[in-house]
């Protein structure tokens, strides 16, 4: 089969053949429909030099952890799935740990390899997954259910944690509408009465934000919001410059939700915030959260705006990435 694979540490991945896996004892074998590409993909194949001690990564390697595809052949003792069932993968916890027991899988203390992320990913034909990682799928394609399980997840997520404080009559804010972004607009819309302003430096991106349900949109270099004027922040850049802006729209007891990875650094002092506000990182989504927001997608209050490539293509697409060209999420399909 085709997999697009990490040979070396910085060195460009390639697409190559190799033999179908076989599935072990508690893994599933998925035929693959799609995988979303990721910006932590590009970090892990242009900045890395070693493997992070947690994830244990072995080169060669196969790159993706968006997955979604069907059922094809369960390992040893694993149950509760057939054949051509669609499911989607998951972040898998060691189910032991005292944040597994209260079902945050995300923040699980044994994490250990992840698919893409350890044990070879999606982008292939087929992948294997361990059982628990799985999360079935009903009625929607699994190849565009697939970036729910990180850009849908991780946004909703970030959604979840403040949307105690979006009552009606108030404000949040979303800084970045890119694969995470235009999620969370539709996320924050679907559970939630509040007015949703998103800002973004690429009027493309602004015209999707509208087009999902942004209330206002507005270029990051315009004139911010009034001081203390959003009860919530989600900032998918995690630069400096959008930290800070948070900090100023941001009203007392309110709270900044850091989900971008850029390299910003905020100096936390005495009224660097107002009173009471929070500022918070985050990870990912729990196995619950993913289920419930593959519910909201297949009602239709929330849908992926996803550019789909060919597995041949996997290159030209992380190009794109890269250079800020692909609106929303980018999905390989395989066949």
Known sequence: MKAYRMLQWKQPAELVDIPVPEPGSGMVRLKVAGNGICASDLHLMHEWTESPSHLKIELPMTIGHEVGGWVDKLGAGVSGFEPGQPVVVTLAGCGHCRYCAQGWNNYCLNKGKQVGMGLDGGLAEYVVAPAGALVPVSSMDPAEAAPLTDAG??????????????????????????????????????????????????????????????????????????????EAVLDFVGAGATIAQAS?????????????????????????MPYGAILSTTFGGSKLELMELIGLAESGYIKPHITRFSLDDVGKAYEMLEKGEIQGRGVIIPS
């Open 153 to 230: 997840l991780s946004s909703y997520h970030a959604v979840k944690r403040v949307a105690s404080l979006l009552a009606g009559g108030t404000t949040v804010a979303v800084i970045g509408v890119g694969g995470l972004g235009h999620l969370a607009i539709q996320e924050l819309k679907a559970i939630t009465p509040a007015r949703v302003i998103a800002y973004d430096l690429n009027e493309r991106s602004l015209e999707l934000a509208r087009e999902v349900g942004a209330d206002v949109c507005l270029k990051s270099e315009e004139p911010l919001m009034e001081p203390m004027s959003v």
């Open 248 to 272: 100023k729209m941001i009203r007392p007891l309110g709270h900044i939700v850091v989900v971008g990875r850029g390299p910003g650094a905020f100096e936390f002092k005495h009224n660097a």
